[in-house]
């Protein structure tokens, strides 16, 4: 069986449809992929996650393997075991998380690193970050890569770049060692530099990924530069591969990525924006702390069919956040998750019927009114 | 129809069970109702409690009028409305928060506090307080007490008994001129002198309330005095009404209460020991973050069929609780909720079968196991 086939294309633009094939079922995408990184879609339980038809989540090796540390995981049954989650998981390496901290120390051999937990001193290597995943029991695993920082220059990048091709070839030398059914993604480093992306693409992929992580984006760079080279690497990308933008999860960027031809993302933003009081709908994104909404009896979203919009208020929804209540941030969670899993149904559905560029034209129109 | 029918009795104790028709259905006593102080219980949803079997929560005036405002309730088409809850629900009247707070000036007509929110001032009257508890749409009622202090000496529950009797007088006219389906308890004090609670419900018992609530208590005093003064005041208490302890919930309390004739409870003490790592099992108490659950993958309860014990495990919930997120806080909260309903059916059932006596004997032995 393939692991991923290609289902639909756009006529106007680079958007595909695809299925994922995954240890733990079959993914659609373009797909997002809610954020769950120490083991809880924030606020979020399995059961209402499976009620959205979440299809795919993602964890985080480094997070879990300070806390709670895999070796109970292991024995919970991996990760699936212990979320009690039956659909397929990814695993984040933990790159981006080991080098947003301070006083990283990068070596050929791998990274040490302080635990932001208890200062307690760690050594990853590629190998031990495949290991970790591996014991989670992800589904996908992702390559442990050398991130650059936003404020790296070429010279720093273009190191990142060789790094991080060096430990994807050491990444899948000890996937193949320790073969299992799991699939392990490279990521694509190079910063804005093309050149260097070219150098990052043209490498790995000779190597045997089912799938790439695009890596080192939409980490406080303009949105057109992300967009840029975007385009840049899509167009260099094999046909065949899984493009996963790592970091990304508000409906109008997603557009812009799906039509460039990207199929899978994530982010931790629609849950992180909930729980401060921001509502995404139809049309728009509103602020649901404003007094405005005070006496606002209507769903958060008219369009929406959620449990939280067939059954509760604006008003009340404002006054549990603003009384710090956790089921007020429970609701708006449960909903922006929705929102997003509905509208990337939707996106599939208008690739496959030939009417994504409608869609989106539309969509974008919307959008913008309720801002 | 009675307004409340007592349907069996205990060969060996006080212990009754009866039913307690509302405007919104029948509640089977004894019941405990969890607390939904400002329209929520915390971490739960509506639908979480319909599925507990939850038969009736309680609400407080106070804090809802401050915020989020009865008028926004009313609008809501009351509490009911606001918080999508299709089942009875009493309010507190707000004195025992009022007579908490600092700088409180009692006078005959009322009482002036400031808000704890904004430092406005306020002055609630007995008729006021009536008035907002209709306008939040309570099925249940409580009158305007004068709620003593634990360190108040004799002389000063004495008038606080004479203010809580005018009052409550004040409460049933008020509450006579505008007539609805909604009923009034009446609230005993006398604090734990059994003169002052018998002048109390002697002369509370002349009035028409179709229910007492046992105020002042379980503030701080030990629980054998707790028990001698509820042993005394229940033996004065009218048999045909209901007799309700405002504020007690932990399970060996709830059933030497019983045993004395209680018939309702209200308690915010599982869902907050919940929310700090505190879990109610059939063997005890334990405290879910400690290390001795880290590999642990049994069920919060192994006699526990609810769908946190049946989906998740003590590790799981240990290290959600453990690393502050917020769905450890709603799983356990949801299992002690559902403990206490089964705790409580159990009870009724019992006291229906003539095996009350056993089954508390048995609980008490088990549940102290655990400890």
Excluded at 44 to 61: G, H, P
Excluded at 98 to 105: A, D, Q
Excluded at 203 to 231: N, R
Excluded at 286 to 315: H, M, Q, T
């Amino acid at each position: 069986m393939k692991r991923f086939r290609i289902t639909g294309k756009s006529g106007s633009c680079r958007a595909r449809t695809g299925i994922l094939s995954t240890p733990h079922g079959r993914v659609q995408t373009p797909c997002f992929m809610p954020v769950a990184t120490i083991g809880t879609v924030k606020t979020l339980s399995s059961e209402d996650l499976v009620k959205m038809k979440v299809q795919m989540i993602i964890s985080n090796a480094y997070h879990l393997y300070l806390k709670p540390g895999t070796g109970i995981i292991e024995k919970a049954g991996g990760i699936h075991g212990f979320m009690n989650w039956k659909r397929p998981v990814v695993t984040d390496s933990g790159g981006f998380q080991i080098f947003s901290l301070e006083n990283v120390k990068v070596e050929e051999e791998g990274v040490w690193f302080r635990s932001k937990l208890d200062g307690s001193s760690h050594f990853i290597t590629p190998e031990k970050s495949v290991a970790i995943q591996g014991s989670i029991g992800a589904d996908i695993m992702m390559a442990f890569d050398y991130c650059p920082r936003r404020w790296d220059d070429e010279p720093e990048v273009k190191k990142s770049v060789e790094t991080t091709l060096r430990w994807a070839g050491r990444c899948l030398s000890f996937h193949r060692e320790h073969p299992g059914k799991q699939r392990l993604f490279g990521i694509i480093q190079g910063g804005i530099y093309e050149k260097l992306r070219a150098r990052c693409i043209e490498e790995m992929s000779q190597m045997d990924f089912p799938g790439f992580g695009l890596g080192g984006l939409s980490i406080g760079e303009p949105f057109e530069e992300t967009s840029s080279i975007v385009d840049f690497t899509v167009g260099m990308l094999p046909e065949d591969r899984v493009r996963y933008f790592m970091g990304l999860g508000m409906p109008l960027q997603i557009l812009g990525m799906v039509e460039m031809g990207i199929d899978l993302f994530d982010c931790g933003m629609p849950t992180h924006i909930a729980r401060t009081g921001s509502t995404i709908t139809w049309k728009g994104k509103v602020n649901i702390k404003a007094g405005r909404y005070k006496n606002d009896f209507s769903p958060l979203d008219d369009e929406c069919d959620c449990f939280v919009c067939r059954n509760y208020s604006r008003a009340y929804i404002r006054h549990l956040i603003n009384t710090n209540e956790i089921l007020g941030l429970r609701l708006n969670s449960y909903h922006n998750i929705y929102f997003t899993m509905r509208f990337m149904e939707k996106i599939r559905e208008s690739i496959k019927g030939s009417t994504f560029e409608k869609f989106s034209k539309n969509f974008k129109k919307k959008y913008n009114i309720g801002r």
